[in-house]
């Protein structure tokens, strides 16, 4: 099923992001995540796509496997940097043959341990192109083909300072035939609030999935920065983390935050909230704990949201 009939049904919907394991240990414990994590019936899980090398195969071999062996709708990232034409070819027409549905289609930033590294050689120099090529390719033999999901920044993308641009490049990308935006994680929902209205002015009107990532502990917040360039760590966050006197006690700051923002944007119709999990269960369920809730069915139908 598409993600945007999945976000017909389930509205508000719950999803988690993954990364792929490094190790067989690792893919074997982050099975056991997942299949906690399934007793919150999230209405579709997503599994990233690396910068290169094995750990592209990673992404493909769990797609599978959660589709397999769960009864989760699995959401593949895909980005087009370091990936010629005839790769792109071959890991989409693999996709569709293992009965894969979706895909998160995204342009992907330069390997890190490349220096000088040359977008010039890449199949596309943006994610619309991408979404483009993903809907041709899998309608060309008749049928919908994937459903398609894209990236948005509430904040702002490093790349394009413009931001008046930036909303003509998330129209084409749209136009181009994604059916969904997840946003990069955020912790002022007044950005997400904003954000929305202003795709709304540009004349997007597909349904927006909040990201949402609990601050775990002080080094985590710091890779987060490094990871999700552009985002903001309110003053509020920063003070409340700062008093926090060990990693146990800043995972709870940042549980409690999430949960705040999860409310906030409950109460303020949110079509979805995606929860980038890094492959732990704990603070996605306590949020759902802190909710009063033991899984996203009872936070569909609230009267509440009418
Ligand atoms: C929900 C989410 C999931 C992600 N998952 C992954 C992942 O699995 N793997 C990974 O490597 N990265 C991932 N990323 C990070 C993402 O790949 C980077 O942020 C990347 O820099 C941008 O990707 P994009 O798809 O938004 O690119 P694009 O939409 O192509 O945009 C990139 C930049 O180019 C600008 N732009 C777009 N079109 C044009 C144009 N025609 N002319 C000029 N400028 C243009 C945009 O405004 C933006 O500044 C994710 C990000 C988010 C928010």
């Known amino acids: 099923m598409h993600i945007c009939d999945i976000l017909k049904q389930n509205d508000p919907s719950f999803s988690f992001e993954f990364f792929p394991p490094k190790t067989e240990a690792a893919a074997e414990e982050l099975f056991a995540t997942i299949a906690r994590l399934q007793e919150l019936e999230p209405a579709f899980v997503s599994v990233t ?16 496997r959660i589709q397999k062996e769960t009864r989760l709708t ?89 931001r008046l ?6 129209k084409r990308k749209v136009d181009a035939g994604a059916d969904y935006i997840c946003t990069q994680l955020f912790f002022d929902n007044r950005d997400f609030y904003d954000f929305r209205e202003r795709c709304e002015l540009a004349g997007i009107h597909v349904p927006i999935i909040a990201g949402i990532m609990p601050v775990s502990t002080k080094s985590g917040l710091v890779r987060m920065a490094d990871l999700s360039l552009g985002s903001r760590f309110p003053a509020k966050l920063l003070r409340a983390v700062g008093r926090a006197e060990d990693d146990a006690a800043t995972t709870r700051v940042g549980i409690h935050w999430a949960t705040e923002q999860c409310r906030d944007l409950l109460d303020n119709q949110v079509r979805g909230i995606h929860f980038y ?30």
Not at 94 to 107: D, F, K, T, V, W
Not at 138 to 146: A, K, L, V, Y
């Open 49 to 64: 796509y690396g910068a290169g090398g094995s750990t592209r195969e990673r992404t493909h071999d769990l797609i599978v």
């Open 74 to 162: 699995a959401v593949s990232h895909l980005t087009s940097v370091c990936h010629t034409l005839a790769e792109l070819e071959a890991i989409v027409d693999r996709y569709m043959a293992s009965g894969i549905e979706n895909i998160l289609a995204l342009r992907g930033d330069p390997p890190r341990n490349v220096a000088n590294y040359d977008r010039a050689d890449d199949a596309f120099q943006y994610a619309e192109q991408l979404v483009a090529f993903l809907k041709d390719r899998s309608t060309r033999n008749g049928g919908r083909g994937f459903g398609i999901g894209v990236a948005g920044f509430p904040e702002g993308h490093p790349d394009t300072p413009n």
């Open 165 to 170: 641009k930036e909303m003509d490049f998330l």
């Open 277 to 306: 999990t890094l492959n732990k269960s704990d603070a996605t369920r306590q949020v759902f704990e802190n909710l009063g809730v033991s899984s996203s069915r009872a936070l569909q139908g609230d009267s509440s949201r009418s």
